[in-house]
């Protein structure tokens, strides 16, 4: 999921320049046509290349934009000379299914290109527009607008192209998916030591050793056989991963990470795996391949440890199939190179203790003895399959809205699967291939304490808690039927004012948690001279996806929201939506000289000219009179460093109303 502040990124913000009270354009734009020579009759395409700062991504046009992220739009100014063949299409945009948003969204990160194909009607060619972006950022929490106009001309005098839109030239920044690949090395590495505790895998280190140690070569030749044996396997893994990057591709991985049709086939293999690993049947390779690579490991040399390692891959696959076919499936929706590095990071784990121990055989008397133990390492993995697959039946859920795993439906499925987890650790629980536990070991107690308590965190969340640390894994929030917080809200009589006037653009614009506020600047600061209240400023966007952040993990602590509904009056300025204002209501910018006509661009353009910052979210605490009473907060999901804001503004209030009251 997107947007989480971290101190290395204020640290970077602090070192580079980059600072909350500055305006930040992380997106910068080239427009060109395709063709610099042109003729009446000639399709050619406008070109609208965009170089974006590393963390930032800019949103395409090509999704649900009921969503709630901010397309990009495009308003060109028609004219005799050209005639549009189409919309604006995005070129190589990566699509995710967001969690917060609930569906499917499309974006750019570190370069971006759109193009309009058009016609060359007369010459010369003229072409002019503005358009319209949001740019986010995963690393910051901020989410910033942007506009930009273009007028390009060509013909036959003059083929070059002049853009009014930033000619900064597209540079390549640093790899935004280096994140996303170590995270995959790392999860496969992990599960690559799982593998070795499989009953398949474990008693074969010994043996497979023993080849090694007891052929006539001397040891420095059969150490070095050890480390080729040990490359082979992470070889042979690797090939496997670039055959499935090669194959599938970064376009079908796309499909593949958002369809339902491979999203529901891959929540069926988990399962299938799952019973695998429960002991209902066994996942084995062929046996004429297994008995073709047994009979070339006789060949001696490197071949023969080659084929010793494939014949190691082979014969434990009925272990490490789920595995592999796991992290293959995992890591197949994301960029080009993760089944490659899922791979490399699977193998490398898996070959250690070979090699290890056919380098120093005398540690494998410090192994422990094969045992039931190993198929309990099994049957553990299995729920953990169980449960790691429900995500994929979700994303398809979430996608085409099928109502079959809302969030309470989910959670009730991991309570019960990690309580059954519980009970087979503490040997309450046995499946067919399962030895007797007479009693239970340290190691599974400990286990078994954690996973109970897992439980026990999850079961507030059916109620309405948010479990904040499975917010990456849960559909969202929303989906929730009975949220025991949205009941006390709508039914409180308490704390929360009664709705005492209807404020402006409240039709289609709403404030979270159920507090009354405003919507326009001048109607709220009226109505707090009239209350004699300090007022919050709250500086949002409907496609701020860290503003819902806020909302939800911040403003819904009951310390703030008291604050919010008897200290203040808020007023939410939404610095992205459309709605156009009536002519007398516009606005000619003192920042860039633009006319402002629609709401989204007057609330972003006070932002910009008041606090030199276009970012969202952005709190402001002000006095009637509109004076800042504290410095501004960003986004910042400290609870009481907000309790703390507030309080401080309240405070500044009080003390220059009583010295106005002394004058």
């Known amino acids: 999921m997107r947007g989480k502040i971290t101190i290395l990124a204020i640290f970077m913000m602090v070192f580079s320049g980059l600072s909350f009270g500055q305006v930040i354009q992380p997106a910068k734009w080239k427009v060109e046509f395709s063709k610099k020579e042109v003729k009446v009759g000639d399709k050619i395409d406008i070109v609208f290349k965009a170089s974006i700062d590393k963390t930032w991504h800019v949103y395409s046009n090509d999704f649900d934009p009921d969503l709630g992220p901010i397309l990009i739009t495009f308003d060109f100014k028609d004219n005799a000379s050209y005639e549009r063949i189409g919309d604006v299409k995005p070129v190589n945009a990566h699509k995710h299914h967001d969690e917060i948003w609930g569906g499917e969204v499309s974006y750019f990160e570190s370069e971006g290109e759109m193009r309009q194909s058009i016609k060359v009607k007369e010459l010369p060619l003229k072409v002019a527009g503005t358009f319209e972006y949001q740019t986010c950022s995963d690393e910051t929490g901020q989410c910033v607008m942007g506009d930009e106009e273009f007028d390009l001309k060509a013909g036959k005098e003059d083929a070059k192209v002049v853009a009014a839109a930033s000619q900064t030239p597209v540079k390549k920044s640093d790899d935004p998916t280096k994140g996303s690949l170590w995270n995959i090395f790392i999860l496969a590495f992990l599960g690559g030591l799982a593998a ?43 090939v496997i991963g670039t055959i499935v990057a090669v194959t599938l591709g970064a376009n079908f991985a796309n499909f593949l990470s958002t369809h339902w049709i491979p999203n529901v086939l891959f929540f069926v293999i988990f399962m299938v795996f799952a019973a695998s690993f429960f002991g209902m049947f066994e996942i084995t390779m062929p046996s004429w391949i297994v008995n073709k690579s047994v009979a070339n490991e006789d060949k001696g040399g490197l071949m023969g440890a080659f084929f010793m390692a494939f014949t190691l891959v082979l014969v434990s696959f009925s272990c490490t199939g789920p595995i592999v076919g796991a992290i293959l499936v995992a890591s ?15 193998s490398s784990a898996f070959a250690l203790p070979f090699t290890l121990f056919a380098i120093f055989p005398s540690w494998l008397n410090n192994m422990p003895k094969s045992g039931g133990w190993l198929n309990s390492v099994k049957v553990v993995l299995g729920f953990i399959e169980v449960a790691l697959g429900l995500k994929f039946l979700s994303i398809a859920d979430q996608t085409y809205h099928w109502g079959i795993l809302d969030r309470e439906v989910y959670l009730a499925i991991w309570i019960v699967v990690f309580t059954l987890l519980g009970f087979y650790l503490l040997g309450k629980l046995k499946f067919a291939h399962d030895s007797d536990v007479k009693f239970v070991s340290v190691p599974r107690l400990m286990l078994s304490i954690v996973t109970f308590g897992f439980v026990v965190y999850m079961i507030p969340g059916l109620f309405g808690a948010p479990l904040k640390a499975l917010s990456g894994y849960m559909p969202p929030q929303a989906s929730l039927d009975f949220d025991i917080n949205k009941i006390v809200m709508n039914n409180s009589g308490g704390s929360t004012p009664k709705e005492t006037h209807t404020a402006k653009y409240s039709d289609f614009l709403h404030l979270p948690h159920g507090l009354n506020g405003y919507f326009d600047y001048e109607e709220g600061m009226a109505a707090a001279k009239a209350q004699s209240k300090p007022v919050f400023i709250d500086f949002t966007g409907h496609g701020c996806v860290n503003c819902r952040e806020m909302e939800s993990n ?19 300025m939404y610095v992205d939506d459309k709605t156009r204002l009536p002519k007398e209501e516009w606005i000619v910018s003192e920042y860039d000289g633009k006319k402002k006509k629609t709401l989204g661009k007057k609330n972003a353009d006070f932002q910009i000219s008041n606090y030199n910052v276009n970012a969202q979210p952005y709190y402001c605490l002000l006095d009637s009179n509109g004076n800042d009473l504290t410095e501004p907060r960003a986004y910042d999901l400290n609870v009481e460093a907000f309790v703390e804001f507030l309080d401080r503004g309240k405070q500044e209030f009080n003390q220059k109303k009583t010295a106005q009251a002394i004058k």
Request: with cysteine; aromatic share 16%; net charge neutral.
């Open 332 to 346: 197949a929706g994301g960029e080009v190179l993760m089944p490659i590095i899922g791979m490399l990071g699977f």
């Open 196 to 238: 070795i505790f499989t009953p398949c895998v474990f008693p074969m280190i010994p043996m497979t050793v023993s080849f090694f140690m007891h052929s006539d070569e001397n040891k420095a030749k059969a150490k070095f056989k050890a480390f080729f044996y040990g490359f082979s396997i992470i070889l042979i893994y690797t």
């Open 554 to 572: 911040v403003w819904s602590d009951p310390q703030v929201l008291k604050r919010l509904q008897e200290d203040y009056i808020v007023i939410a």
